[in-house]
């Protein structure tokens, strides 16, 4: 696709629910990466896909979070028992290789809202 | 770990007024340097990109110098409008991950 396309855009749940957040990246961008933003604050960095293998899962904050890639397509974030903290906004980005060279495109996020 | 600092934190100019937004970091180890715009409630939208070589970027009334040394860039924004009322994020490439600075938030009056 054009661009880096997220879904849903919204998303409220309740306490306990598990949810599935999903990134489709630029077509041909190997390099996928999922960042966090929580109200007021800066991104964290999650994880980061090279293809389907994931090097880097430093960032996911505890064993409820979980990332998969199909190929070099399509990502799930799940989160599972979600918890009040985990609101935030969810952010995809891709890039073409590794390394980020060429720069990171960003989708416009997915707003996670548990009540 | 890389630390991103951005000043200021906010900034408020009248229309026409030219805009310097300043990003520092700690570890001059880097790929190179985004800077991204977000609009409220909205994703990151890519402005410039200076690799680690470049001193600078240019797109229209967007300028961005990169002094990789002493971990510091500037945007500079000419001529500011209402339309460029944003937060601005330094995003820094060090071996495939992006650190953010915590972003400047530019509301230009008209």
């Known amino acids: 696709g054009a661009g880096v396309s997220q879904s849903p855009s919204n998303k409220v749940t309740e306490k306990g629910k598990d949810v599935e957040l999903r990134c489709d990246p630029i077509?041909?961008?190997?390099?996928l990466y999922w960042y966090r933003q929580r109200l007021g604050q800066g991104l964290e960095f999650l994880i980061y896909?090279?293809?389907?293998?994931?090097?880097?899962k430093s960032g996911l904050p505890s064993d409820r979070f979980s990332a998969e890639r199909t190929g070099e397509s399509v990502s799930t974030l799940t989160i599972q028992r979600t918890q009040q903290e985990d609101s935030a906004v969810y952010l995809c980005?891709?890039?073409?290789?590794?390394?980020?060279?060429?720069?990171?495109?960003f989708g416009s996020g997915t707003r996670l809202t548990v009540v | 770990k890389q630390e991103v600092t951005q000043i200021p934190a906010a900034l408020s100019v009248p229309e026409g007024e030219n805009l310097v937004l300043n990003c520092s970091f700690t570890d001059s180890a880097i790929y190179n340097l985004q800077w991204f715009r977000q609009d409220p409630g909205k994703g990151l939208t890519s402005l410039l990109l200076?690799?680690?070589?470049?001193r600078e970027q240019t797109s229209g009334r967007l300028n961005a110098s990169l002094d990789k040394s002493s971990g510091r860039s500037t945007l500079y924004i000419a001529a500011s409008q209402p339309g460029d009322s944003a937060t601005y994020l330094c995003a820094v490439n060090g071996d495939y991950k992006l650190s953010f600075g915590a972003g400047t938030t530019v509301t230009v009056r008209a």
């Open positions: 896909f090279q293809g389907n293998s994931a090097p880097d």
């Open positions: 077509s041909g961008h190997t390099a």
């Open positions: 200076i690799q680690s070589s470049q």
């Open positions: 980005a891709s890039s073409l290789g590794s390394g980020g060279s060429y720069g990171y495109t």
